[in-house]
């Protein structure tokens, strides 16, 4: 449909910032004429759907001295300007996706100004300017000829390439991809806030990883503690920009917070749920075999979004839950209440923060029974009321969360089958029916979670705090806009 404002004023009248969005595709259409706009169903990872505008046309592209006119295709979101829109190539009947750096399999575009989209600085004029200068550093379509001449032509072509040592983008991906997921551990911590830094700190000193990637988002120049680290550099420890050096990773540890000015709770979490729909996509199109640990708050939510934008198993979609909590909880029972024989069975589960849950559960799959030849449930709540007193007291900062996200890698990278209290999909324990993810005993290996240990269906008080917090966790990801 030709650009027409009073038809696109009734077509947005369900957009949050509908003015602001089109004075801005004004904007662009006065530049590039070609462009159209629909109201079209698009159709998200996870299978919902969603009435969203399409706006479509072609940008000038010129490649090796020939000009190019690329049709795109942007999904622009109702909550737009505030959140990128989805990019997507258009091709047509004669031609082929080129997947890349910035292109995937099925066309979806990642370019670092959607990566780090912040308004109003961002604006789509900007994103098709940075658009138009990496598809002419790397074409994303080339043409499809039925002629047998062509093929023939173009097997040569690659043939000869490979006689002479080179490869495309594809080749190098796969030979890169192979090298990695074979014996290279590569971590990528995504946000270069404090806990980001403590991340990469706690991995660097712990030697958990071969490499580790740390990913700034922020804008400008490295400040703070990204500037001391390339200043003081550390072995195997990168600082970037660009989520093309996250590829391959075998971790991928997410601590961004979105810093907006929402008002309510539930504003600021759809506000982190905006930062996340432009960096987890991303970040399954460079690793797809990773496990994604959630750090960022509510842990909770965020990751239980992690799994719903990554299209990942639920296995390999983990949040830091209840980690450190239950490591603290089990030794003060050991080492300060001097209760050696049970300390280890004693867990700290469901929703991190005020509402977690102290529980008994035996770690080696059998039963959670074995607790009660030692200690009466009387004495078994006292012990963890006591425990939990002491551990109010002691606050998570970063370098410690930091030092409990270390040991989580160290698990999975080294396949330890170690047991965590972290947040997994808690669907199907203890009655819940939702999908929501808590923090449970799991056991942590190279794939993530293998199995969930459960906490005993007899402790009624245990099962209703867990099923109160899934109901609360429930509700407020009914009201998100994934």
């Not at 077509?11 to 910032?17: M, N, P």
Request: aromatic residues 8%.
């Amino acid at each position: 449909m030709e650009f027409s404002e009073e038809t696109l004023r009734t077509q947005l009248v369900k957009y949050k910032f509908r003015d602001l969005t089109i004075e801005e595709l004004k904007n662009v259409v006065k530049i590039y004429p070609n462009f159209r706009f629909s109201m079209d169903t698009y159709t998200f990872k996870d299978g919902s759907l969603k009435d969203l505008l399409n706006f479509s046309g072609t940008i000038p592209v010129k490649y090796q001295g020939n000009s190019y006119n690329i049709p795109i295709c942007l999904w622009i979101l109702d909550s737009h300007p505030f959140a990128p829109p989805i990019c997507l190539l258009k091709p047509t009947i004669n031609m082929e996706i080129s997947v890349g750096k910035h292109v995937d399999a099925h066309g979806r575009i990642y370019l670092p100004y959607l990566q780090n989209w912040s308004h109003p600085k961002s604006i789509i004029i900007g994103l098709i300017k940075e658009m138009i200068e990496k598809f002419e550093e790397e074409l994303p379509l080339y043409s499809v000829s039925s002629s047998d001449e062509a093929k023939q032509l173009e097997l040569l072509s690659y043939i000869a390439k490979i006689t002479t040592g080179e490869t495309d983008i594809n080749s190098k991906t796969m030979v890169d991809g192979q090298k990695k997921d074979g014996g290279f551990n590569k971590v990528t911590v995504i946000g270069a806030g404090d806990l980001g830094i403590a991340c990469v700190l706690a991995i660097a000193a712990k030697g958990a990883a071969d490499q580790v990637v740390l990913l700034d988002l922020s804008e400008g120049a490295a400040k703070g503690g990204t500037m001391d680290l390339d200043i003081f550099a550390l072995p195997n420890v990168e600082i970037s920009k660009d989520f093309s050096a996250s590829a391959h990773s075998k971790v991928v540890v997410l601590t961004v917070n979105s810093l907006g000015n929402a008002q309510s709770y539930l504003g600021v979490i759809q506000s982190n749920v905006d930062l996340f729909r432009g960096i987890v996509p991303a970040v399954a199109h460079y690793s797809q075999n990773s496990v994604l640990l959630v750090a960022s708050h509510p842990v909770e939510i965020m990751t239980y979004v992690s799994w719903k934008l990554s299209a990942f198993p639920k296995s390999r979609v983990i949040g830091i839950g209840c980690n450190l909590d239950t490591e603290r909880f089990q030794y003060i029972i050991t080492n300060l209440l001097k209760a050696q024989t049970i300390g280890k069975e004693a867990w700290i589960i469901g929703e991190r923060g005020e509402d977690k849950v102290p529980a008994w559960c035996g770690s080696n799959l059998v039963t959670c029974h074995q607790t009660e030849g030692v200690m009466n449930d009387n004495s078994q709540e006292q012990l963890a009321n006591r425990a939990m007193e002491v551990l109010k007291g002691k606050g998570q900062k970063s370098w410690s969360v930091g030092l409990s996200i270390a040991d989580l890698i160290e698990s999975i990278l080294k396949n330890k089958r170690k047991v965590h209290s972290i947040s997994t999909l808690a669907k199907g324990c203890c009655n819940i029916n939702s999908e929501v993810f808590l923090s449970m005993p799991c056991i942590l290996g190279t794939n993530g979670v293998t199995e969930i240990i459960k906490p005993l269906k007899e402790d009624k008080v245990v099962a209703k705090k867990l099923q109160s917090s899934a109901a609360s966790i429930h509700d407020l990801q009914q009201q998100l806009k994934l």
